[in-house]
Structure formats: C-alpha cells, structure tokens
T-cell receptor, first 114, second 112 residues
C-alpha cells in the first residue's frame, strides 16, 4: 500500500511569509501527527489530529496551526515565518494514534527560511 | 511538562560489540515506549516498542527493558553490524493523547 506522502518536499521562503504543508496518510489511518526535526532539538511534537479533531498540541507558538480533512489528509500552516522555523517537518500517520502502535512517517518537507 | 531525556548523544562501538542507549521519562502516566531508527537522509522507522505492563521485550539482536518505578527504559543492541549505524530515538506516550514525546536522539556508529 502507498506510504505517507508529504508535499512539497523542499521549499524556500523569506521571513514574514507563510507556508502550507500537506500530508496524505496511509489509507485507513485516522491519526495524523506533525513533528519538527532540527539538528539540535531532535523530533518535537507539533500537533495530532484524529478524525478531523485536534487531539493534542505541542509547545509551539500560535503561528503554527493545522487541520485534518474528512479523508484524513492533513495540512499544517506556519504564518509570519522566522529564521528559526527552518527545519524538516515530518508528518506521521497511524491507525488510531501514537500511543496505539507504529507511526509511519513521510519523507518530510524541508523548509528553509531566509 | 512531559520530557524524555536520552543518553548518550553519540555512541561509537566496534562491530560485534553491544550498544546500550538509555532514556528517562517524566510523565508517570506514560504507558507506551517505542524506539525509532533513522538512517541518514531517511525517515524514522519503528524498530521495537514496549508497553508498561511488560518489563522486557526482545526481537532478534535488539531488546528493550523498562523500569516503571525509576521511569527508565533502555535499548540494547547485541552483535552490532555496520548497518546498525543510524540515529536512534526513544519516545514515550500515554493513552488517548496521540502525542509521542521523543528523546534527543543517539547517533550510533558501528566501526567495521
């Protein structure tokens, strides 16, 4: 079956702009979570959506937001970009949530903010 | 808040030796502890996991142990091979939160 697909894979933005990242989970998976990966901070939890509802949110400012559609596809948005937002953004899907079993990660969207 | 501390940050071993990575979690309600392996330029992949009602779990050359009282869990890799070289992440989660808290990662280098 198809894996988790993230688009775009690479993008370059300038400070102050906004960006939208997309994630298509594995068919049948209802949970989609987002993580920010940076060399110094590892994998940091952004938020998780289950059946279109945000179930949990990490310690990120309100500039980071997301949503999930009825087909389980998810998007995350970062507004007013800062240099420190440069990172690899990973989406992961699972059947029922991170606490119930394996997370399947996408290849990530690498964001560079200039 | 929830936190997972992972040590060491880097680990270098000779091929055939054992490697041990240790993690400590802060949320006593955590009940699920997976380990992910991320090879260079690739996505993280689950290698083994353990739940709080189990003290140890093995899968061929890898094993995980959990000490709930001390809030510690560890990954043990025996007979290491060069293809074990990667970054390993421990993580912790509690039921019905959808939230996985990762450790900072351990870069394991296995020298041939």
């Amino acid at each position: 079956k198809a894996g988790v697909t993230q688009t775009p894979r690479y993008l370059i933005k300038t400070r102050g702009q906004q960006v939208t990242l997309s994630c298509s989970p594995i068919s049948g998976h209802r949970s989609v979570s987002w993580y920010q990966q940076t060399p110094g901070q590892g994998l940091q939890f952004l938020f998780e959506y289950f059946s279109e509802t945000q179930r949990n949110k990490g310690n990120f400012p309100g500039r980071f937001s997301g949503r999930q559609f009825s087909n389980s596809r998810s998007e995350m948005n970062v507004s007013t970009l800062e240099l420190g937002d440069s990172a690899l953004y990973l989406c992961a899907s699972s059947l029922e949530g991170a606490d119930t079993g394996e997370l399947f990660f996408g290849e990530g969207s690498r964001l560079t903010v200039l | 808040g929830e936190n997972v501390e992972q040590h060491p940050s880097t680990l270098s071993v000779q091929e055939g030796d054992s490697a041990v990575i240790k993690c400590t979690y802060s949320d006593s309600a955590s009940n699920y502890f997976p380990w992910y392996k991320q090879e260079l330029g690739k996505r993280p992949q689950l290698i083994i996991d353990i739940r709080s009602n189990v003290g140890e779990k093995k899968d061929q050359r890898i094993a995980v142990t959990l000490n709930k009282t001390a809030k510690h869990f560890s990954l043990h890799i025996t007979e290491t091979q060069p293809e074990d070289s990667a970054v390993y992440f421990c993580a912790a989660s509690r039921s019905n939160t959808g939230k996985l808290i990762f450790g900072q990662g351990t870069t394991l280098q296995v020298k041939p």
